[in-house]
C-alpha cells in the first residue's frame, strides 16, 4: 500500500502538523511520496522522495495551482490514498483532487481500524468506521489524532514539478489575522474547564469559583460556548485556544479529539466524570467518577479552607 503524503508550508514555514502524516501512514502499515508546495530552503525532515512545487510560482495559495502539482506528484507515484491535514488547506484541497481522480474522499479521520478509517459523526458524540467505496481514496486527518512522537530526520529526494495551470481568475488576497483575543488561555498555568455535563449555565460561577480557588483561568468546550454559557474566547480545542497549562482540569467534558486536541499536551490533567470510560480517561492523570457539581463545590470549599 501507498501514500502520498501532502506536507503543508504557511506563511513561511511548514506546519507542526505535518508530522501527524507519517503517524497516519506508520498507523496503516503503509509506504510514503511526499508532496509540497513550498520553498526548496525549507524542506520536512523526511528520507522519501519529495515532489517540490515552487510556493512562488504556485502562489501562497491558489487552489487550481497546488491541486495540479499534486494531481501530477500522484500521477508519477500512483498512491492508493492522498493524504491531507484536515486544516483549511486540505479541506478546500481534498474534494478538488478527490474530483479529479473520481475517487472517494472520507474526512477528518481519527483512527485506523483494519483497513477501514474512524470518523466522528453525531456532532463528535459517536464515531463510526467506513470503507472507501473505490479502490484509491483522498483523505484528511484530524490534527492532534496522530500525534508524532519520534525524531523526524534524512533527507528528501527532491523532484521539482512545474504548474500546468494558471489558476487564473483566483487571486490569493493575504492572510487575515483572527481576531484578538481578550484571554490569552495558551498562557495560563492553571485551566479549569467546563463542558456540557455541569448541565446549566447557572452552574458555570462555581467552575469559575474553582478556577480562581487554583488561580487559574477558566475554560471551556465547545457546546458549552455554542450554548452562550461561557465566551467563545474561552473555548479550548480544535477550533479554540491550544493551551499546555501545568494543571487542566476537565469538569463534565466527554474528551472528543477536536477538545483534546487542544489541551492533550497539558502538564497534569485531572477530569471529573460520571462516565469512566469518557474518552478524556485516555490523557486524563486523574480521573475522577463524580457528579461534577457536588465535586466542584467540595473541593473549591476545601481550597479555600
Ligand atoms: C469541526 C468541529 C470542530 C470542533 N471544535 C471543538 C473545539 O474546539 N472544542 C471542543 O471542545 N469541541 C469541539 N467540537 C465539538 C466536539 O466534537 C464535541 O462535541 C465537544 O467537545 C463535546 O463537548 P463536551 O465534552 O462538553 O460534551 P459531551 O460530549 O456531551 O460530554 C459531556 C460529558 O459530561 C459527562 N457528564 C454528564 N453529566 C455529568 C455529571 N452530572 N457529572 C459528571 N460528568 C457528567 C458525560 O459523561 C460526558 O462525558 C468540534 C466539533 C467539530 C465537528
Redesign the pocket.
Known amino acids: 500500500m501507498k501514500t502520498l503524503l501532502v506536507f503543508e508550508y504557511r506563511r513561511g514555514k511548514l506546519t507542526e502538523a505535518n508530522l501527524e502524516l507519517f503517524s497516519f501512514a506508520a498507523a496503516l502499515g503503509a509506504q510514503t511520496a511526499g508532496v509540497l508546495i513550498g520553498a526548496e530552503t525549507l524542506l520536512p525532515a523526511y528520507p522519501g522522495k519529495l515532489y517540490l512545487g515552487d510556493i512562488v510560482k504556485c502562489k501562497d495559495y491558489n487552489p487550481e495551482v497546488h491541486a495540479d502539482i499534486i494531481m501530477q506528484a500522484a500521477q508519477k507515484e500512483d498512491p492508493d490514498y492522498i493524504v491531507f491535514i484536515h486544516s483549511s488547506y486540505g479541506w478546500d484541497l481534498a474534494p478538488r483532487v478527490a474530483a479529479r481522480l473520481k475517487a472517494a474522499q472520507v474526512s ?1 479521520i481519527t483512527g485506523v481500524s483494519e483497513g477501514k478509517f474512524e470518523t ?1 459523526c453525531c ?3 459517536m464515531r463510526r468506521l467506513v470503507r472507501p467505496a473505490t479502490t484509491k481514496a483522498v483523505l484528511t486527518i484530524q490534527e492532534g489524532a496522530f500525534c508524532f512522537t519520534g525524531e523526524a530526520e534524512g533527507t528528501p529526494a527532491v523532484e521539482k514539478l512545474e504548474p500546468s495551470a494558471d489558476g487564473a481568475g483566483l487571486e490569493f488576497a493575504g492572510y487575515e489575522e483572527p481576531e484578538k483575543r481578550e484571554v490569552d488561555l495558551a498562557k495560563a498555568e492553571v485551566i479549569v474547564s467546563a ?5 446549566k449555565k447557572e452552574n458555570v460561577p462555581a467552575i469559575a469559583e474553582l478556577a480562581k480557588s487554583l488561580k487559574g483561568e477558566l475554560g ?5 460556548v455554542d450554548a452562550g454559557w461561557v465566551d467563545h474566547n474561552r ?6 485556544q491550544i493551551v499546555s497549562p501545568k494543571l487542566y482540569v476537565a ?9 483534546l ?2 489541551m492533550r499536551n497539558s502538564e497534569f490533567i485531572v477530569a ?4 469512566k470510560e ?1 474518552p ?1 480517561s485516555e490523557v486524563a492523570d486523574v480521573m475522577v467518577i ?4 457536588p465535586f466542584v463545590a467540595a473541593l473549591t470549599e476545601k481550597l479555600k479552607q
Not at 220 to 224: E, T, W
Not at 290 to 293: F, R
Open positions: 477528518e466522528g456532532n463528535g458524540k463542558g456540557r455535563g455541569i448541565g471551556a468546550s465547545r457546546p458549552v473555548q479550548v480545542g480544535a477550533t479554540g469538569c463534565g467534558i466527554s474528551g472528543a479529539i477536536q477538545h486536541t487542544g471529573v466524570n460520571k462516565d469518557a478524556i463524580a457528579d461534577v457539581m
